[in-house]
């Protein structure tokens, strides 16, 4: 398996037939599995993200829909079912904060920048998904507090927590790079 792409790995005949049912039960991957895990990205962001993709978080809907909770409105509007579309990208108060943040990026926030650099691709899966988490901890504080704090709140707070994330990559990018350098010229460090 070691240096194999495990969505074509084949084991071998003679492999153990656990092992064999393992990797017979895999999936294809989904489109936007770079978008969710990217080494720019911050872990729990990634895991925030990756079930607001495969609408796995108990969002107000099921809540309701299982018993747990006694309304399925959504807690920043009041308005509408609380759904992950819903939640994410339809409701009045999500669509200022993305509209915010759209504006302070210069660039769509749903759909993934097409001709960009790396960088840019990759600062806006720091951002996004530091959106989703932002909002669904919002989501959580002002189900508990009933306090919901302005749209330029959490803008302000994405754009702290990526600003970090993004210079913490960049600089040890930056360190790789001079690392590289001053190994080329024979220092050795």
């Known amino acids: 398996m070691k240096g194999a792409d495990w969505y074509t790995y084949s084991p071998?005949?003679?492999?153990?037939?656990?092992?064999?049912?393992?990797?017979?039960?895999s999936h294809p991957p989904v489109p936007w599995y770079k978008d969710v895990w990217d080494s720019?990205?911050?872990?729990?962001h990634s895991v925030i993200g990756w079930l607001i993709q495969r609408k796995a978080l108990n969002t107000r809907d099921k809540l309701f829909q299982f018993g747990i909770s006694g309304s399925n409105c959504c807690v920043f509007c009041e308005l509408d079912p609380e759904t992950h579309a819903h939640l994410?990208?339809?409701?009045?108060y999500s669509k200022q904060v993305i509209s915010l943040i759209e504006h302070w990026l210069h660039m769509r926030f749903q759909t993934p920048p097409?001709?960009?650099?790396?960088?840019?691709?990759?600062?806006?899966?720091?951002?996004?998904l530091s959106c989703?988490?932002?909002?669904?901890?919002?989501?959580?504080?002002c189900r508990i507090e009933l306090k919901l704090r302005r749209p330029e709140m959490l803008?302000?707070?994405v754009q702290k927590i990526a600003m970090l994330r993004i210079q913490q990559k960049v600089s040890s990018l930056i360190q790789q790079l001079e690392i590289s350098w001053l190994n080329s010229l024979g220092f050795n460090v």
Request: hydrophobic share 35%; charged share 25%; net charge positive.
């Open 12 to 25: 071998p005949p003679d492999s153990n037939w656990n092992w064999r049912n393992i990797c017979k039960g």
């Open 40 to 44: 720019w990205t911050i872990p729990k």
């Open 88 to 92: 994410f990208s339809e409701c009045t």
């Open 114 to 128: 097409g001709n960009c650099s790396t960088i840019r691709r990759k600062v806006w899966r720091v951002v996004k």
């Open 132 to 141: 989703w988490y932002v909002l669904w901890m919002e989501r959580n504080t």
């Open 155 to 157: 803008v302000s707070e």
